[in-house]
């Protein structure tokens, strides 16, 4: 079955960089969208980024847009998602998920991983 | 920038049913998913394409869809139903948005 691992999570520094992954298995990786989706604490989700199968396509919220890269290693079936100049703003639960065949649209997720952007 | 506005929060006695509507402008174009968290836990999905219910997905979950909102619909909500509750669609650049979740209290 689908399987997501997220990881890279941790405390940082506001100003600092942090590169989050996500294992995929289960399913061809290759072939799907994936998306990146954050949870504040106590609070609801928010969309962040999707990158398209194969790489050549992405979009982010506009919370991350200059700052955060989201890409892809198909050969090692892992999404990353690089996060430059953190602010306190940024501290959530991060979920990998998979798209469905409509890559807008997301059906399966990973269980996430925490970033605390704090001093 | 689009949104898309759910109630806060539902309550429902056992047995009853529960809707949770979410309203958007981008809705009239572009179809809704809901997803179910429960505490602790990663979202699940229960609707999909406004109506459709992926397998495993107790048939007492549907969805609808008129204009601008579509609601999920709980039909005889159980207790493990207790769960906060997000619509998601899309964008035609792209870009994602989530409602704001809505909070079931089945009790």
């Known amino acids: 079955q689908v399987q997501l691992v997220e990881s890279g999570g941790g405390v940082v520094q506001p100003g600092r960089s942090l590169r989050l992954s996500c294992a995929a298995s289960g399913f061809t990786f290759s072939t799907y969208g994936m998306h990146w989706v954050r949870q504040a604490p106590g609070k609801g989700l928010e969309w962040v980024a999707l990158i398209s199968y194969d790489g050549s396509n992405k979009y982010y919220a506009d919370s991350v847009k200059g700052r955060f890269t989201i890409s892809r290693d198909n050969s090692k079936n892992t999404l990353y998602l690089q996060m430059n100049s953190l602010r306190a703003e940024d501290t959530a639960l991060y979920y990998c998920?998979?798209?469905?065949?409509?890559?807008?649209?997301?059906?399966?997720w990973g269980k996430g991983t925490t970033v605390t952007v704090s001093s | 920038s689009y949104e898309l506005t759910q109630p806060s929060s539902v309550s429902v006695s056992p047995g009853q049913t529960a809707r949770i509507t979410c309203s958007g402008d981008v809705l009239a174009k572009k179809s809704a998913r809901w997803f179910q968290q429960k505490p602790g836990q990663a979202p699940v999905l229960v609707i999909y394409k406004d109506s459709e219910r992926p397998s495993g997905i107790p048939e007492r979950f549907s969805g609808s869809s008129s204009g601008t909102t579509v609601t999920l619909t709980i039909s005889g909500a159980q207790v493990e139903d207790d769960a906060d509750y997000y619509c998601y669609s899309a964008a035609d650049n792209n870009l994602g948005v989530f409602g704001g979740g809505t909070k079931l209290t089945v009790l």
């Open positions: 998920a998979k798209a469905s065949l409509d890559p807008q649209y997301m059906d399966v």
